[in-house]
Structure formats: C-alpha cells, structure tokens
C-alpha cells in the first residue's frame, strides 16, 4: 500500500486499554501450551494495530511541525504512550511468570523473555506522570530544532539546508555559514540549557523512584542492553582513546595540509579536497533511479526491496521549511511496511540516504513477516550494523552518483572521505557517550560545568579541532545540537559499536564482496532472534569490545587510505 493511502485513526484510549485488559486475560486463562501461544498471538496482533496508528501520527508530525492536526496526535501520544505501557505490565508479567513459558521459549526463543525481563525493570506506574514529561519536553526540543530559519546567503534556511555551506570551497564562506548556525544556537542558549537541566533531574528522579542510584543504569535497561555492561563500553572507551583518536589525528593533519591549512579551525573540519568535496549530481529523481538499478544489481533481496519502498512513497527524502531536522527509518507495522524520512541537501549525505536508512529498511523489509513483533525487534547497535554496513556494500555503484564522465573523480574522493569519516566518527560517538555517562552521574552539573565538560572531552578524543573564533564551540556547547543527547539518552555508542562492526565487513568485502555481503544476510537474518554479541559471533566477526580489533580494524583502513591519498 502507497503512504499516502494508509489510514491513521486516533485509538480510544479507554477503549484500547479495555481491549487489551480482556486480551491478557485471555492468555492468563489459557489451559493448555496451544492456547497460550494463540491468546499472545491474539494480544500481539492488537499492539500492533496501536504501535502503527503513532508511528503514522508520529511520521506526519516530522514530515510538517506546523500541521496543527498531527501536531495535537502527537501531543495526544505524549501523554497516552505511558498509559499504554502500564496497560501493557500485566502482559509482561503474565508472561514472565507463565507455566506455559517453557513451550512458548521453545516456540518464539529466550532472547523476547530475557528482553521483557529488562523491561519490566524500567517501568512502574508511579512515573507515568515523568515519562509524561519527559516526551513533553524531547518534542519541546524536536520543534525547537525544526523552527530554525537561518538568514544566510539572501536566504532564510533551515539546519538541513544550510550544512552546504559547511563545504564551500571558499573558506570565507565556510566560517560565515558555521557562525550564523551558531549563532541561532547560542540565541536560545538559555532555553537548551534549561531543557537539558530538566530532562536530566527528571531521568534522575524517575531512575531514583525505581529504585537506581543513577539514571545510568536505567538508561542501560531503556536502551535493553543484553548483552553487555557499562565495564564493557567503557573498555570500548579506552580502546578508542588508544588506537582510534591517534589514527584519525593523523588523517586530519593529512587533511589540514591537503587542504593548505596549518590547522583545522572548526568550520574547515567538513571541507575534505581543495578543489571542494565529493557531490552527487542530478536530480532526486536521478539520484533515485540509480539507486534502483545499484540494488537490483546488488541481490535479488535488494532488488525486490527497493522496488517495494520506491513504488510506495516510502521515502520523503526533499528539505522543507517546518520539516524535522535529521533523517530516520521507522516501520508501520499493520502495513509491513519501512518509511525513511531524510532531509536532501545537495551533499554526499543525501546517498547515504539510499545506503544507511535503507539499510535499516533492508532489514525490517526481509524480516516483516516475523510473528510476533517481538521477532522484529532488536537492540540499537544491532540495527546500526545494517544501516552502516549498507554503506560499504553499495560502495562499487557510487561511480553513477557522482561521476559524470569516466575523467571524472569523486566516486573516489567520496569512498576516501567515507573511510576516513568513520574513523573520525569513532571518536565523537564516543565523547557523546563518555559525556552522558559523567552528566548522568552528576546530574547536578551546572549548564557552565556541562560546557566546560564536553570542551575538555573535545581536547581528548577531537584534538586535532582549534575550536577559537566561534563562542558557540569555544563555550562547550557544540552537544547542544546532537539530538540524542536530549531525545535517545545512551543511544549513541551504538554508532560506534556498529562502525566498528561495519569495518569488519568493509574488510571483507575488500577480498570478496560477494561472500561478505551473503554473511551480511546471514546476520539480518539473527536480528530479534539474538543478541548484538551472539549475532556478531554468529558470523564469525570479531568483537568490537577487544582492544586489538579496534587497532587492527583502524590500521587496516588507515593503510587503505594511504595508498588512496588524494
């Protein structure tokens, strides 16, 4: 079914939890095995019906913040999602505690149990009026973020639309764009500062109703981290202070003399070649048909899938002033159906468009007709496996997104600032996530001290970046403009777990693309039947928690840099 065509209807929700009461009941009365399995059957198929009537309300809210009728759903679900995750506890519990739960293991797998388990730490109706609040103030942000209309270049822009500039070639032109955006930032500096300040003592105060010292650790459980604990990712941590940040510092340096700086200054950090960076030309709808054709000659898997998202409407990909800022992929469940939301700006990132969201969508495509939804579900890192290692895998079309004629180059100049972006990508995903772990547990911070904390964090894992000349950078409040930071506490490790990972399929790919994209199936084909852990070593990848693959993954694609050097 076409997007445009699928129905939304705002659920009743004294009705929906009246429904839902008598459903688990019915599970709760179940006599035998069979009857259990077909009474959750029955419950699952209901949420789902529910989980696709706010992801439709949701899309159409991001898709237009000045819609006043998806604006009011969205408020509607602010309030009503916390209901609905109390109408749903006894589901939880009843399932848990099941004498049947043995036959219904065996049937659906232990991973949906041990995940229903961590859920059930995180939530008691007690802080239903804080999860309220809490969705309040992240689309109290979400709007703000959207709002923006920049005067630049005898145009009013919004965040999306500006980030062009960010490449000019005119290194006049590069601070000026830098300065403008941030100078919208640093006007409602006061109001960021105050949104955080709330969003952290209200995470903290739920996290201390439940029973946490800290909303770490229930910040891991939201995040349902299974598989592996804060000791780990704080190893991880280490690991990219000691092998990562030293590579990517070279390759930056290598940057600021290609590029005929002595340093690079905060608006050059973007600017890669001197005679400007890797664009895609054509038109969206160019942009689109050579996507079709890169994945109906990468598999048959990919061809079937591009065909079913292009044919309908499941990309909205054109910046528009009211639009949210950013770029997502969600799934309607009711209509089996992935949705990807981007904002083109006429850079290298509108293709990885077509190569990180659709990833996600490759994904939940393969896997949509898994019963129940808890089989389509899967942790963060997980899925930010599929989305960046897409990436790689669509790296031998990219000539058709770029290059005009064969004397032309930037295929080349954008496989290198590719490679070269997820080494110094590492690096800030893990500040982001050093950052939320010191604020987290002092939730006290001033707004001074959470700026003078991610400047010092700047020095460490980004030292190649001299942040003078533009206070929103020298002040510490570049985190200010990461979305997850205020919208998906702790999720953004996950990137750089997953990077990590994608490398491991790059390299592979590099001997026999064939071979490692076949291996890449096989691990969409774990996602929601095992961990993050269990589905790397099920294909016989290493772990991104080992030191020595961290330094061995960046050797390798530094060496493969440097016989590439531009």
């Given at each position: 079914m076409k997007f445009s065509q699928m129905t939304y209807s705002r659920p009743d929700l004294e009705a929906t939890k009246a429904e839902l009461a008598g459903l688990i009941e019915a599970f709760r009365q179940a006599a035998t095995a069979d009857e259990a399995v077909s009474a959750f059957m029955d419950v699952d198929k209901f949420t789902v019906t529910i989980k696709s009537m706010i992801a439709l309300a949701s899309i159409r809210n991001s898709l237009d913040t000045t819609d006043e009728f998806y604006d009011a759903e969205k408020s509607y679900f602010d309030e009503v999602q916390p209901l609905l995750l109390e109408a749903m506890q006894p589901l939880k519990l009843a399932l848990v505690g099941s004498p049947f739960r043995p036959a219904l293991e065996e049937k659906f797998g232990t991973l949906m149990f041990t995940n229903i388990e961590m859920e059930l730490k995180t939530f008691d109706p007690v802080i239903v009026p804080d999860l309220q609040q809490e969705n309040k103030l992240v689309s109290e942000y979400d709007k703000l973020i959207a709002s923006a209309q920049i005067e630049f270049d005898g145009k009013t822009l919004t965040l999306a639309q500006i980030k062009p500039y960010f490449e000019d070639t005119d290194r006049?032109?590069?601070?000026?764009?830098?300065?403008?955006?941030?100078?919208?930032?640093?006007?409602?500096?006061?109001?960021?500062?105050?949104?955080?300040?709330?969003?952290?003592?209200?995470?903290?105060?739920?996290?201390?109703?439940?029973?946490?010292?800290s909303f770490t650790e229930l910040g891991y459980y939201r995040m349902t981290r299974n598989c592996y604990d804060g000791e780990m990712v704080a190893r991880f941590r280490k690991g990219v202070r000691d092998y990562i940040v030293p590579i990517a510092a070279r390759l930056k340096a290598e940057q600021a003399e290609r590029i005929g700086l002595p340093s690079l200054k905060v608006y050059d950090d973007s600017f890669e070649h001197p005679d400007g960076?890797?664009?895609?030309?054509?038109?969206?709808?160019?942009?689109?048909?050579?996507?079709?054709?890169?994945?109906?000659?990468?598999?048959?898997?990919t061809a079937e899938f591009i065909d079913f998202m292009l044919d309908n409407e499941l990309f909205d990909v054109l910046t528009r002033p009211g639009k949210s800022a950013g770029g997502y992929c969600t799934t309607i469940d009711m209509y089996k159906s992935p949705f990807i939301f981007a904002n083109f700006n006429g850079t290298a990132g509108d293709i990885d468009v077509l190569t990180h969201e659709?990833?996600?969508?490759?994904?939940?495509?393969?896997?949509?007709?898994?019963?129940?939804?808890?089989?389509?579900?899967?942790?963060?890192?997980?899925?930010?496996?599929?989305?960046?290692?897409?990436?790689?895998?669509?790296?031998?079309?990219?000539?058709?997104?770029?290059?005009?004629?064969?004397?032309?180059?930037?295929?080349?100049?954008?496989?290198?600032?590719?490679?070269?972006?997820?080494?110094?990508?590492?690096?800030?995903?893990?500040?982001?996530?050093?950052?939320?772990?010191?604020?987290?547990?002092?939730?006290?911070?001033?707004?001074?001290?959470?700026?003078?904390?991610?400047?010092?964090?700047?020095?460490?894992?980004?030292?190649?970046?001299?942040?003078?000349?533009?206070?929103f950078y020298e002040e510490g409040r570049r985190w200010q403009s990461q979305l997850h930071i205020y919208v998906y506490p702790f999720y953004y490790i996950d990137y750089c777990l997953a990077q990590t990972v994608a490398l491991s399929f790059w390299a592979d790919s590099q001997r026999d693309h064939a071979a490692a994209f076949q291996k890449y199936l096989k691990y969409i084909d774990f996602s929601g039947r095992k961990s993050f852990t269990e589905s790397i070593a099920g294909c016989g990848l290493p772990s991104p928690f080992e030191p020595k693959m961290q330094d061995s993954l960046a050797t390798a694609a530094a060496q493969w840099l440097d016989e590439r050097t531009p």
């Open positions: 006049s032109v590069r601070k000026a764009a830098t300065t403008a955006t941030a100078q919208w930032f640093l006007e409602r500096a006061d109001k960021l500062d105050s949104l955080y300040d709330e969003l952290v003592k209200l995470r903290t105060q739920m996290a201390k109703k439940l029973g946490f010292a960076n890797a664009r895609p030309f054509g038109t969206p709808e160019e942009i689109f048909n050579h996507g079709r054709r890169m994945y109906h000659e990468l598999s048959p898997q659709a990833g996600h969508a490759f994904n939940a495509y393969m896997i949509r007709d898994r019963a129940p939804s808890s089989l389509r579900q899967y942790t963060a890192e997980t899925a930010e496996v599929h989305s960046m290692s897409m990436e790689f895998f669509t790296w031998p079309w990219m000539d058709g997104f770029f290059d005009k004629t064969q004397e032309a180059t930037d295929s080349d100049k954008y496989r290198y600032t590719h490679l070269a972006g997820a080494l110094s990508f590492i690096p800030y995903g893990t500040m982001v996530d050093d950052f939320q772990h010191r604020i987290y547990e002092n939730p006290d911070m001033s707004p001074k001290e959470r700026n003078d904390l991610w400047r010092e964090l700047e020095g460490i894992y980004r030292p190649w970046l001299d942040l003078d000349e533009t206070p």
